[in-house]
């Protein structure tokens, strides 16, 4: 009798725990009707990754497929500058004297300085290719950097389908199937070893996130609150349209990897992200801010039963 009363309690001891998961449960399926809804109405093919930092829970869609990237590729380049200045082989002070052959088109900041006698940092380079995706500076990294080093990094890291193979708007090699590439899972895998400092220490992990969280014209922040912090790049693309981010929403922040192709209407690819990315925040957001149970307690309602 004790026996059967003892496995009687440890089943309701389970039960009881196990339930506020079923709950969140509820709200990770409604998120994939959602975007089953947003994928069904896309014509072109779309490839997603999200991960909960929290809980470690995913969902995947086409996450392993391989996709052209543009400059949502930007991010290896990021991730291999403050990896090469963690080892000391160069300073992201160093310093670089802009030159006439760097102009490449969709360079806003580049195309204004002085060549031959405007010196700016690598830092200031990372800034101009993060915060407007300016291509001349961003090949200047990959020239100081090297290519084949990117890579390695990739390689390290476990990450063979992620590939710098051209510069900034190389035309002639895009057209040789040159292309810059990775998949979903792959990078969120590269964001989420970033953000759990097993990439960079934590100085230079904390400045890689702040320097990737600039603000800027992208898909994922659309239908989010303008205070919250998204650390992301965005790609773009003739039928391609991508961003890849951290989002640090309040207790609960995560990671999503939305990418298009075949696009037919790449502003559709642009409100696909934008939906889903809405979608995702509003599930973080209120897994945040509630209990377990999903009770929501704020200072103005702190006196209703």
Request: hydrophobic share 40%; charged share 25%; with cysteine.
């Amino acid at each position: 009798m004790k026996t059967f009363l003892g496995v009687f309690l440890l089943t309701c001891t389970l039960v009881a725990q196990t339930t506020p998961t079923e709950k969140q449960q509820v709200l990770w399926e409604k998120l994939e009707t959602t975007i089953n809804d947003v994928d069904h109405n896309l014509d072109g093919v779309l490839g997603l990754a999200i991960l909960d930092l929290t809980s470690g829970q995913t969902f995947f869609r086409h996450a392993d497929d391989v996709f052209p990237q543009a400059s949502s590729i930007k991010v290896a380049v990021l991730a291999d500058l403050y990896q090469q200045a963690q080892e000391s082989k160069l300073k992201l002070t160093d310093l670089y004297t802009v030159q006439a052959s760097d102009m490449v088109p969709d360079s806003h900041i580049m195309l204004g300085l002085t060549p031959g006698i405007t010196r700016v940092t690598n830092r200031d380079l990372a800034t101009m290719m993060v915060a407007v995706s300016d291509n001349a500076a961003t090949n200047v990294l990959i020239d100081r950097l090297g290519m084949e080093n990117v890579n390695a990094l990739m390689d390290n890291l476990a990450l063979p389908h992620t590939r710098l193979r051209r510069k900034m708007m190389d035309i002639k090699a895009a057209g040789e199937g040159r292309e810059n590439v990775s998949t979903p899972r792959e990078m969120m895998t590269l964001l989420e070893d970033l953000y759990r400092g097993k990439v960079l220490n934590k100085e230079l992990t904390d400045d890689f996130f702040k320097m990737l969280s600039t603000k800027k014209e992208s898909f994922i922040p659309r239908e989010l609150p303008d205070d919250i912090q998204i650390a992301n790049k965005p790609g773009e693309l003739e039928g391609v349209r991508n961003d890849s981010g951290v989002v640090f929403a309040p207790n609960r922040p995560y990671i999503i990897c939305a990418m298009t192709t075949y696009l037919r209407n790449e502003r559709a690819g642009e409100e696909a992200i934008s939906k889903i990315s809405g979608s995702a925040y509003r599930m973080f957001d209120r897994m945040g801010r509630a209990s377990k149970y999903g009770r929501v307690v704020s200072v103005s309602n702190s006196s209703k039963p």
